[in-house]
């Protein structure tokens, strides 16, 4: 598993592949099979993640990325980047955007959600802003495939997103929890 703790975005990490991770221990040690982006605590990480492959990573929260936002700013940039058959025990299949009394806004440009899985919210992506902000943006991504129980493609607990130019194909349903707002652009739902 890859950490980064209290990075900006000129930490770039360009052309990897990033599989097989397993986070089953306690929280933390329990979030992001794939990588574990701590910004918590009075500190930030934001890097820039380019061009890269997330494939049958697994965790409780966030089966390919745990962006820990919790107090701080998790808020990465991620282009060109694949997501496949990621999983999590509970939530964010793919990834996990926790901004608890912090920020967790990451970006997606160009990015390909497909066949992830949690057992209970956000097949794809959970976000989370409890006390905090939590303002994610989605632009030209592609998500199809994605299952949970709540949320096959994305759940927003009092969270705001921004969807623009984005496919949804099979299975995609977006849930809002507390009545937030997701902002929906030119986007395609099959």
């Not at 980047?81 to 996990?96: I, P, R, T």
Request: glycine fraction near 12%; charged fraction near 15%.
């Amino acid at each position: 598993m890859v950490t980064t703790l209290h990075v900006d975005s000129t930490t770039v990490v360009d052309g990897f592949t990033i599989s097989d991770g397993n986070a089953d221990y306690v929280y933390p040690e329990d979030s992001g099979g794939g990588w574990y982006n701590d910004g918590s605590g009075s500190g930030y990480s934001n890097p820039t993640i380019r061009n890269c492959v997330f494939k049958l990573n697994y965790a409780a929260q966030g089966g390919a990325i745990y962006n820990n936002g919790s107090k701080g700013v998790s808020s990465p940039k991620l282009i060109n980047c694949v997501f496949v058959e990621n999983e999590a025990g509970l939530s964010g299949g793919a990834l996990q955007n926790d901004a608890a009394d912090g920020v967790s806004s990451p970006e997606l440009i160009n990015c390909v959600l497909t066949f992830n899985e949690s057992l209970v919210a956000g097949g794809a992506i959970e976000n989370l802003n409890t006390g905090g902000n939590s303002f994610p943006k989605l632009i030209n991504c592609i998500f199809y495939g994605n299952s949970s129980l709540l949320g096959p493609v994305l759940f927003n607990n009092q969270a705001n997103i921004t969807i623009s130019h984005s496919f949804f194909g099979r299975d995609s349903v977006t849930v809002n929890d507390n009545n937030m707002a997701t902002f929906i652009g030119k986007s395609i739902f099959d």
